[in-house]
């Protein structure tokens, strides 16, 4: 259906490709898998994936993120397999993943704790900061790298409220 024709299409600009082929879904899907049973985040691994389209080095930072790296591993060779049937610029296709794969998103620990300065302390710096780092979600920025990263065992969020 209508759904599922989106849902492949912006599948393909995550991982890259630019045109359709029948074992698209599966080879999505396959990755959704690998990463929800290896624990693997799922924006640093798109993201990673930039790198490793660009070349096999950036496989290091994207094996991190799973317990079991070979899981990683079997499916990188597969999709492989399936940029090189393509073909294609790879300059141009590891630009495109980097506009469609965002280094920065609004992760709850990291709104959480900008609500809590400002309520608690009134200090909106922590709320200024991620504003600034949310303002250019795909681009590279070293500087806050800490916003990047998933949230500890500590810091998950389990409850949320309207609008966060």
């Known amino acids: 259906g209508k759904f599922q024709d ?16 029948p074992d698209d879904l599966e080879l999505g899907q396959d990755l959704f898998n690998r990463m929800a049973k290896g624990g693997a985040d799922f924006t640093l691994t798109f993201r990673h994936l930039c790198a ?37 610029d790879m300059a141009l296709r590891v630009g495109y993943m980097r506009s469609v794969n965002p280094a920065f998103i609004p992760r709850n620990h990291l709104v ?6 400002a309520i608690q302390r009134a200090d909106y ?13 795909y681009d590279d920025q070293p500087e806050y790298a800490r916003y990047t990263q998933p949230p500890r065992p500590d810091q998950v969020v389990r409850q949320t409220f309207c609008g966060t």
């Open 6 to 21: 989106a849902f492949v299409a912006g599948l393909r600009r995550k991982l890259g490709l630019f045109t359709a082929h």
């Open 125 to 137: 710096a922590p709320f200024e900061q991620l504003l600034t780092v949310l303002s250019k979600p």
């Open 52 to 88: 490793a389209a660009e070349s096999a080095d950036g496989d290091t930072a994207v094996r991190a993120l799973f317990e079991d790296p070979t899981a990683y591993d079997e499916w990188a060779v597969l999709w492989r397999e399936r940029m090189t049937y393509e073909g294609g």
């Open 112 to 117: 959480e704790e900008a609500l809590a300065a």
